[in-house]
Nanobody, 122 residues
Framework: QVQLVESGGGLVQAGDSLRLSCAAS????????VGWFRQAPGKEREFVAA????????FYKDSVKGRFTISRDKAKNTVYLQVNSLQPEDTAVYYC???????????????WGQGTQVTVSS
């Protein structure tokens, strides 16, 4: 069993940065691929970034490449998403999830956190 808790969201202005955290409990967490997704009002949950269990491989949605960075601290059982140059279209609830399957599809994730709100004003 894995429990995930996101934090770090907030209300920021366009161009600002945030660091989102996904803290996990559960001794098997290190075996999972961890992904960040986001969901804006009225829209489906979409993939943003993912990191392999080893931390050596990362994946990004094209529109966030160069602005978002995912990283993993195994000792702290935490995955981070550094989000820079935020834009109003980045406004959403950001969720982290854990999967043993393909990183891209939300339906294949086994565990989810409760989400953290990111709101970007123009």
């Amino acid at each position: 069993q894995v429990q995930l808790v996101e934090s770090g969201g907030g209300l920021v202005q366009a161009g600002d940065s945030l660091r989102l955290s996904c803290a996990a409990s559960g001794r098997t967490f290190s075996r999972y691929v961890v992904g960040w997704f986001r969901q804006a009002p009225g829209k489906e949950r979409e993939f943003v970034a993912a990191i392999s269990w080893s931390g050596s491989t990362t994946f990004y949605k094209d529109s966030v490449k160069g602005r978002f960075t995912i990283s993993r601290d195994k000792a702290k059982n935490t995955v981070y998403l550094q989000v820079n140059s935020l834009q109003p279209e980045d406004t959403a609830v950001y969720y982290c999830g854990a999967t043993t399957g393909t990183y891209y599809y939300a339906t294949l994730y086994d565990y989810w956190g409760q989400g953290t709100q990111v709101t970007v004003s123009s």
